[in-house]
Every structure is written in C-alpha cells, then in structure tokens.
T-cell receptor
Framework: AQSVTQPDIHITVSEGASLELRCNYS??????LFWYVQSPGQGLQLLLK??????LVQGIKGFEAEFKRSQSSFNLRKPSVHWSDAAEYFC????????????FGPGTSLSVIP | DAGVTQSPTHLIKTRGQQVTLRCSPK?????VSWYQQALGQGPQFIFQ???????QRGNFPDRFSGHQFPNYSSELNVNALLLGDSALYLC???????????FGDGTRLSIL
C-alpha cells in the first residue's frame, strides 16, 4: 500500500538552531517526492521536489532534502531556523507517471522559540 | 500571474444541505485536483479533473462530485452534508496531470 509517514507530530526548536524533519514512504514504483509548507489558514506552498538525479535537492527559504532510496526516506533540513519558519510541514509522494494521485503524510508542526 | 483561486473562503452549512465550491486554476494549467484536509491532518485526495473528465478518484463516497468547465475551472459539489465533512477543501492545479501541483488557499467548510 502507498503511504507516507512523518514520525514527529510536533517539533520545537530555538531560533538559529538546525532542523531536520523526517519522512518515510512506501510506494510501489519509483516515486516523485515533495515537501510542502502550510501557514495557519493558508494553502500549501511547495518547498522542494525530487524527481531524479542528485539525491540532495535545494529548495526555497534555505531548505534542502536528501533522498535515500535504501531507507525510503526524504528528510527535510535547514541549517538555521528563523521564527517565520513556524508552520506545518507536509511530505508527499507521487508517481513518475502522470496518472496517479499525490499522497500526503500527516504533517509535522514546527514551533520556533525566539 | 494569477495563482490558484478558490471561492468562497469560508462557508457554514447545516447537516443534510448541499454545497458547491469553486476553483480557478493557475494561468496555463489544465488539470484540477481536489483535496480534503481535516483539522490536524494531511490533505486527502478526492478526485482529479482533466479534459473535463474525472480521471482519478480517492476513497470518497458518491456524495462528492465535481465538474470541470472548458476554461479549466472546476467545481466540487457535496450532497447530504455530514458533520464529518467539516474541513479545509483545497484545490490544486497542474499542466497535463503532471506534478508538482500548485495549491490555492482553500475553502473552510463548517457543518453545524
């Protein structure tokens, strides 16, 4: 069955500290992988995506993620968190073919302490 | 460059009523997908429209239906509303059923 797990429901970090949000997936085919961010009351904004090639991908707002096929993981990282990064983060997986739905994880809520 | 726009922003209905939500895709996009996001959860795929036809469907009952118009805009209809239908409904658009999708800010539906 296709699924996405985000083991951490909520994470709190201090401003300036590093951040890693975990994502594991189960998918029958080679997947496309995404990280989205959602601020309160708003829609989803794409942070970064992995389709193929270099397994370390750079995104917007200083985020990066690393695809590890052997671990079925796609963890999101940021070296120094800003207070404005406080939001809900969703990992998602989709098929390489264009005809399959995108599956989202349950999300990780990030709080930032000034 | 207009992004994905959804209307209305908020909506309050009572059990048993019917509701229609609307979505205009990002300029240049021809595919619209709808998601339901319950409070504290990730978005759940409802269905996708491309070339005015429903192409894929998630695990949602027939009370959920949709339509896509020639200008690529789309409607989501929900009949016989239940309390459990209270959620944020997100519309996402893309070109040619591709990913990634671009999301609107959603319609917050509350059922009393």
């Amino acid at each position: 069955a296709q699924s996405v797990t985000q083991p951490d429901i909520h994470i709190t970090v201090s401003e300036g500290a590093s951040l890693e949000l975990r994502c594991n997936y189960s998918y029958g085919a080679t997947p496309y992988l995404f990280w989205y961010v959602q601020s309160p009351g708003q829609g989803l904004q794409l942070l970064l995506k992995y389709f193929s090639g270099d397994t370390l991908v750079q995104g917007i707002k200083g985020f990066e993620a690393e695809f590890k096929r052997s671990q079925s993981s796609f963890n999101l990282r940021k070296p120094s968190v800003h207070w404005s990064d406080a939001a809900e983060y969703f990992c998602a997986v989709g098929a390489r073919t264009s005809y399959d739905k995108v599956i989202f994880g349950p999300g990780t809520s990030l709080s930032v302490i000034p | 460059d207009a992004g994905v726009t959804q209307s209305p922003t908020h909506l309050i209905k009572t059990r048993g009523q019917q509701v229609t939500l609307r979505c205009s895709p990002k300029s240049g996009h021809d595919t619209v997908s709808w998601y339901q996001q319950a409070l504290g959860q990730g978005p759940q795929f409802i269905f996708q429209y491309y070339e005015e036809e429903e192409r894929q469907r998630g695990n949602f009952p027939d009370r959920f239906s949709g339509h896509q118009f020639p200008n690529y805009s789309s409607e989501l209809n929900v009949n016989a509303l239940l309390l459990g239908d209270s959620a944020l409904y997100l519309c996402a658009s893309s070109l040619g059923q591709s990913v990634p999708q671009h999301f609107g800010d959603g319609t917050r539906l509350s059922i009393l």
